[in-house]
């Protein structure tokens, strides 16, 4: 199947040959609340260490909000406001039961600009553009890209609103950039470079995910590693340096495929790779499988080895494909033909995929929200490379938010959706070990993020979150 009708899923469904219906429009959007209430109930599974999480009226004078707390609050507010029929919602200064003693007046401020916010999305669903940008001129006012977290997201949803009032009232406009965070910090770059080292969920999904690959390559004299959309390539020194120091069993060769589609960005990871294991004597080939589009991959690109062990390792590559269920359906085809001993998914931990706009709006401003959160506490406020990170959301955004059909590239799933899916190829998801667990856990504590980057168990998988939102998914899956 190619091309990507509008109806092509409903929220958190990658479409399998059978055409979703459009949701039923409701007056306030009964679906929408329903996030809205999911986004304040917590995580669900297995906590390996739990957040801080305290009753609102136990908050001490100088604990702020999460980002994810003002966005709940304000959730719940639009909710009961909704609820009464007001007709211009939220109204500042209205007296809701969700009392704001104990809070800052910054605090306040974050929550009723958050309102205005989700006002104005509501009106933009129901096409009243004029009522809409009323309501986002009053967030122009308070929202910034250089403020608080809250204000920062504001600010880019806000630009993303705009953009789709525009669209609304002309019928037309310029295409939206498909451009998303995960295809720049992937690359070698400054940006990439701050990313790793002050962000901790890269390195917590990396080093966990590489654990399980030594596990299942153990034995093998030979290994071959298959990275789908090869980027920045780092993370292949800590399976370098772990299989360089085996005695046991010593490797007589790691050979590396990159899959991907900018050659020099490939073959530069590639030469640094070479380096690296020429620096610790170990016996290594890198090669290149370079692709214009999915549909050109085949498994005599790969140059396989009877004795040798693959592993497939895939970091953030499958969402480009969801809205083109038939690349995501060659690409798995030729994988069953490689049979690999142990594939490695990492992914957006979030349903960003519905037909519906204000489905997708709340999903996403509540994901952003924790990224920015994490931004605020582990980047300066004045950080040129934060400014970019930032930004680059924001293109995510308008994209998630303005576009429509084909047009809308970023979009993202949940585990359970990847576990439908790769059921059908006759793949199995293991669990990950104890020594993976451990792997994310200390690289967890080695950024000093206990109480903030969470770690859960969403059945077999490791899903990645900060402050109990979740963002990201880690999973082990094997050929039955």
């Known amino acids: 199947m190619e091309g990507c009708p509008e109806e092509i899923a409903k929220l958190g469904e990658i479409q399998t040959g059978v055409q979703d219906v459009e949701p039923k429009k409701y007056p306030l959007s009964l679906a929408s609340m329903e996030l809205l209430k999911s986004h304040g109930s917590g995580l669900n599974g297995e906590r390996i260490h739990e957040p801080r999480l305290e009753p609102l009226s136990m908050k001490e004078p100088t604990t702020r909000l999460s980002t994810e707390d003002i966005m709940r609050i304000a959730g719940q507010r639009f909710i009961q406001s909704s609820s009464q029929e007001v007709d211009v919602m939220p109204m500042l200064g209205y007296p809701f039961d969700l009392s704001f003693s104990g809070l800052s007046s910054e605090e306040i401020e974050d929550i009723e600009l958050v309102d205005i916010l989700l006002a104005s999305a509501e009106k933009v669903s129901k096409r009243e553009f004029e009522r809409a940008g009323r309501l986002l001129r009053q967030c122009d006012w308070v929202s910034s890209k250089t403020g608080n977290p809250v204000q920062r997201v504001v600010y880019h949803f806000s630009e993303a609103l705009h953009v789709k009032i525009d669209r609304g009232s002309m019928g037309s406009g310029n295409k939206v950039s498909t451009k998303d965070i995960f295809e720049v910090v992937m690359r070698p770059s400054s940006v990439a470079v701050a990313y790793r080292q002050q962000v901790p969920f890269c390195q917590v999904e990396q080093f966990a995910g590489i654990q399980a690959i030594v596990e299942n390559v153990a034995e093998a004299k030979k290994v071959h590693i298959i990275d789908l959309g090869l980027k920045y390539g780092v993370q292949w020194t800590a399976l370098m340096q772990a299989l360089a120091t085996r005695h046991e069993c010593p490797l ?57 062990a693959t592993a497939v390792y895939c970091e953030f590559f499958l969402w480009t494909m969801i809205g083109q269920p038939g690349l ?46 994490c931004f605020e506490a582990c980047m300066e406020r004045d950080a040129i490379n934060r400014f970019i990170l930032e930004s680059i959301f924001g293109q995510a955004m308008k994209n998630i938010i303005v576009s429509e059909g084909e047009e809308r590239r970023v979009r993202h799933v949940k585990i359970d959706v990847w576990r439908a899916f790769f059921s059908r190829f006759g793949m199995e998801e293991t669990y990950l070990s104890m020594s993976s667990l451990f792997q994310a856990d200390q690289m967890v504590k080695n950024f000093g993020r206990e109480k903030s980057c969470t770690l859960d168990m969403n059945g077999k998988s490791l899903i990645i979150g900060w402050k109990g939102t979740q963002l990201h998914s880690l999973s082990i899956w094997k050929f039955l």
């Not at 640094?272 to 080939?285: D, E, M, Y």
């Not at 033909?337 to 997708?360: A, G, H, L, T, Y």
């Open 252 to 308: 007589e060769l790691l050979k590396i495929t990159a899959v991907g589609t900018s050659s020099k960005e490939i073959e530069d990871s590639g030469k640094w790779l070479v380096g690296f294991a020429q620096n610790i004597n170990l016996p290594f080939s890198f090669m290149v499988a370079s692709i214009s589009d999915v549909l050109d991959l085949k498994k005599d690109q790969f140059k396989l080895d009877d004795e040798e």
């Open 328 to 373: 995501l359906d060659s690409l798995m085809g030729v994988i069953r033909k490689i049979k690999p001993c142990i594939m490695v998914v990492i992914e957006v931990e979030s349903n960003i995929n519905s037909p519906d706009f204000v489905s997708r709006f709340i999903e996403d401003l509540f994901y952003a929200g924790a990224y920015f959160d």
